[in-house]
């Protein structure tokens, strides 16, 4: 990407060397705290742990760690860049984690695409973390490794695409909605790209209520019966989206549509046409980075009524950063033991219900990363689920 604003970036990475760094939280000379930190005194709290394991969340910052894990194979709107290269991204969202939700969190880039390897690798390292957050892993790959690690590991496995996309998007619907005054039930929603992203927005969108949802590939819209391209998580799609069995590519189930939600990874994969087909003041939420499926000022002279991508160039940014750092902060402090579609649909309404009737607004439909109350809403929503239901 060359432009102005990845010069400053690559400057500013150069400057800093790396964005983040490990730091004790107590000086070992004052107060001679070496000895208590260290050995001798280190022993003492390794035989407690050793007769109680459960003290590791009281006596080490295991219950404040999490383990950012990604092969490099699908990395921003780049693809598969790897390992190396991906650790930029990672550093940042460990930045995010830290700065906005207190979490202590570090890149693990791995050197290797090998599913086994890994989950075994995961499960290697699981003693030091609190959670998992799998980022930037290709699809369906990365939904195989969810599953078997939510079978065999003892803390929580936050997928980013397919539970932080899908929370920010469902939030950016409710008050999109709220706005239009339309209801998402009988709307008709079409998702672009059936990968991880799409696949996690597609089930918390259905599990929100949603009655007439598309989802297209590069093979065009998935419904009940293709044998292309298909797997078993575009089956699971088959069988709860399309209810009137539409068939084409984009374009044609674009037709009539309230709301397009891009995440296929491909810039420039819808024109204002495609725009202009569909209802009146359609919800537009192009949301690939670095380079959007359509460029907001295209959607927006095409019809567009409220128009959101990933970016933060643009007001409306429907990015996962809005929720990683304070749901992983309320995963933590709750010690939940795996990710719900309850805690998704609590955290996407506590999100939504941060702006304020006063402050919504077409170009305002999301909080600010900054807002406190984000947190505050967040941790009390979470707090009225039930024990049984965070904890399953």
């Not at 706005?179 to 039930?185: G, H, I, N, Q, V």
């Amino acid at each position: 990407m060359k432009s102005k604003i990845g010069d400053e970036a690559i400057a500013l990475h150069k400057k800093l060397r790396g964005k983040i760094i490990v730091k004790g939280k107590i000086s070992v000379l004052k107060n001679n705290k070496i000895k208590l930190i260290y050995t001798p005194g280190v022993a003492a709290v390794c035989e407690k742990i050793y007769r109680n394991p459960n003290l590791k969340y009281e006596l080490t910052s295991k219950w404040n760690n999490v383990a950012i894990v990604t092969d490099g194979t699908r990395i921003l709107g780049l693809g598969n860049i790897g390992p190396d290269a991906a650790l930029p991204v990672m550093e940042g969202k460990s930045v995010l984690y830290q700065e906005f939700g207190g979490v202590s969190a570090f890149p693990i880039c791995l050197n290797t695409t090998k599913k086994d390897e890994i989950i075994t690798t995961i499960r290697a390292i699981e003693p030091v973390f609190g959670a998992i957050n799998l980022e930037d892993i290709e699809s369906p790959k990365v939904l195989e490794i969810s599953e078997e690690l939510e079978k065999l590991i003892s803390i929580p496995v936050f997928h980013d695409d397919r539970h932080g996309t899908a929370v920010v998007v469902l939030a950016a619907l409710i008050n999109s909605f709220r706005l239009l005054k339309k209801d998402m039930s009988s709307s008709k929603i079409v998702i672009a790209g059936a990968g991880s992203a799409g696949y996690g927005i597609a089930k918390l969108l259905t599990a929100a209520g949603c009655k007439n949802l598309l989802v297209t590939d590069s093979g065009g819209v998935i419904y009940k019966g293709r044998t292309e391209n298909m797997n078993k998580y575009k089956d699971e799609l088959a069988d709860i989206t399309n209810p009137k069995k539409e068939k084409g590519m984009l374009g044609d189930v674009l037709v009539n549509g309230d709301v397009f939600i891009g995440v296929s990874g491909r810039s420039n994969l819808v024109n204002s046409i495609m725009i202009q087909k569909m209802k009146p003041n359609p919800i537009v939420f192009s949301l690939t980075n670095p380079n959007p499926e359509i460029q907001p000022d295209v959607a927006k002279k095409a019809g567009a009524k409220i128009m959101a991508t990933g970016s933060y160039l643009y007001p409306n940014k429907v990015n996962n950063a809005l929720v990683f750092p304070h749901l992983m902060r309320a995963i933590l402090d709750k010690r939940i033991k795996k990710i719900t579609t309850d805690i998704l649909l609590v955290a996407a309404n506590a999100i939504a219900n941060t702006v304020s009737s006063k402050d919504l607004d077409y170009e305002h439909i999301l909080p600010e990363m900054e807002d406190k109350k984000i947190q505050k809403n967040l941790s009390k929503a979470l707090a009225g689920i039930s024990t049984k239901k965070l904890k399953s």
